[in-house]
């Protein structure tokens, strides 16, 4: 049980395009998502926590406008990396807790993407 | 939120017991220690949570002394497969803070033959 799941794995895109990924807690109610960034050996960064059915909260330094992240269901979270630039390349990690999942205060983390921006 | 710190790096070889320690100096009385195994281009996966004492499940074991300011993931008898990056957490397990992770390095474990 407590699975998260990502959509898509990969993305490659041109500069200058919008980016949507998706993540959907696939057998328990997501109360709340997180959204993480991670540069090649590097630590993951925490990026934003969302509830469902209000606006995301975002940690000091990221840009909320181009990090458009939606929690419009307790199932799915999105994040839409809009006008990506080659900098924003990175592996996006998503997580969810809930009530739903036994272990509510743990969180469970979905597979990565991968983002390419060329 | 604590920080934790703990070694860059550590190698090991297969059969042999592993030791990861992780400082946390500044824990709060309602933070819990959780260590996360991540492989290359996969999200983080659980490996055990604890308060004090000793916590033990099917994988690892995870020492507590009673100051609370460090803790130590112990793998027995590790493998090939074990060759990861280990991340100490320290994060309350009630809503104040919202549930939020704070990744530290982490520690990259290299399991030889």
């Known amino acids: 049980g407590a699975v998260v799941s990502q959509h898509p794995s990969w993305v490659i895109c041109k500069s200058g395009t919008s980016v949507k990924i998706e993540c959907r807690s696939l057998d328990f109610q997501a109360t709340t998502m997180f959204w993480y960034r991670q540069f090649p050996k590097q630590s993951l960064m925490l990026m934003a926590t969302s509830n469902e059915g209000s606006k995301a909260t975002y940690e000091q330094g990221v840009e909320k406008d181009k990090f458009l992240i939606n929690h419009a269901s307790l199932t799915l979270s999105t994040l839409t990396v809009t006008s990506a630039h080659p900098e924003d390349s990175s592996f996006y990690i998503c997580?969810?807790?809930?009530?739903?999942?036994?272990?509510?205060?743990?969180?469970?983390f979905g597979p990565g993407t991968r983002l390419t921006v060329l | 939120l604590a920080k934790t710190t703990q070694p860059i790096s550590m190698d090991s070889y297969e059969g042999q017991e592993v030791n990861i320690t992780c400082s946390h100096n500044?824990?709060?009385?309602?933070?819990?220690i959780t260590w996360y195994q991540q492989f290359p281009s996969q999200g983080p996966r659980f490996i055990i949570q604890?308060?004090?004492t000793k916590v033990t499940n099917e994988v690892a074991s995870l020492f507590i002394p009673a100051d609370r300011k460090s803790s130590t993931l112990s793998l027995p008898r590790v493998s090939l497969s074990d060759t990861a990056v280990y991340y100490c957490?320290?994060?309350?397990?009630?809503?104040?803070?919202?549930?939020?992770?704070?990744f530290g390095q982490g520690t990259e474990l290299s399991v030889k033959p």
């Open positions: 957490l320290v994060a309350t397990r009630y809503d104040n803070q919202g549930g939020k992770l704070i």
């Open positions: 997580s969810a807790r809930g009530a739903g999942s036994g272990k509510p205060d743990e969180q469970f």
């Open positions: 500044n824990i709060a009385t309602n933070d819990y």
């Open positions: 604890g308060y004090k």
